[in-house]
């Protein structure tokens, strides 16, 4: 009868998780705020490459069809970049939150991070489709102007580009449910 009641009691206590402190709550969100930084900072080193790189192509390219595509892509790509940092920029916590308002900080940050992982097709793939979708069919044209094999080709590496895409977004939103599994482990 005894080891029933223990079991029960037991039972009832929930998951027995013990709430974090002030410190290790700081110490998570500094975690995730340099983690955060990191990833746009890559992100806007890519952006600061590819913007001359499609600028110098548009600027080279003999087919009007090309230049098209590689200024909509300049236009996509610095978009992107400014919806990173509308969107998902990591912000600074004051050093004197105390542990609720530290909390609410944290979890404000992690939903943040969440709803714009969860919407990148939106804000950060969409804007690029447009001058994808003209650069390739522009090299499309191309290579089968060139010969069958060339056009195959080129179809083929507009397949690749299709599944590098739909792997973008299936890693943001794994990404995207990861984060809600920490703000649900917050309680």
């Not at 013990?18 to 890519?46: C, D, M, Q």
């Not at 950060?124 to 499309?140: D, E, F, K, T």
């Amino acid at each position: 009868m005894l080891s029933d009641d223990i079991c029960n009691v037991w039972q009832a206590q929930g998951s027995g998780m013990a709430p974090l402190t002030l410190e290790e709550l700081r110490k998570k969100g500094n975690e995730f705020h340099s983690t955060i930084g990191w990833r746009n900072f890559r992100e806007y080193l890519v952006t600061a490459l590819l913007v001359p790189y499609f600028g110098r192509c548009a600027w080279v390219t003999p087919l009007p069809l090309m230049r098209v595509g590689n200024i909509l892509m300049i236009g996509g790509l610095l978009y992107m970049a400014y919806q990173l940092h509308r969107r998902a920029a990591a912000s600074d916590s004051p050093a004197d939150l105390g542990w609720n308002t530290c909390l609410a900080f944290h979890r404000a940050e992690l939903e943040r991070q969440r709803d714009a992982l969860a919407s990148v097709w939106r804000w950060y793939l969409g804007p690029l489709m447009p001058g994808l979708a003209v650069l390739m069919g522009a090299g499309c044209i191309a290579g089968f102007r060139h010969s069958a094999l060339a056009g195959m080709l080129s179809l083929m590496v507009v397949g690749v580009v299709a599944l590098a895409l739909r792997w973008m977004g299936r890693v943001n939103r794994k990404a995207a449910a990861g984060i809600q599994r920490q703000i649900d482990a917050l309680g």
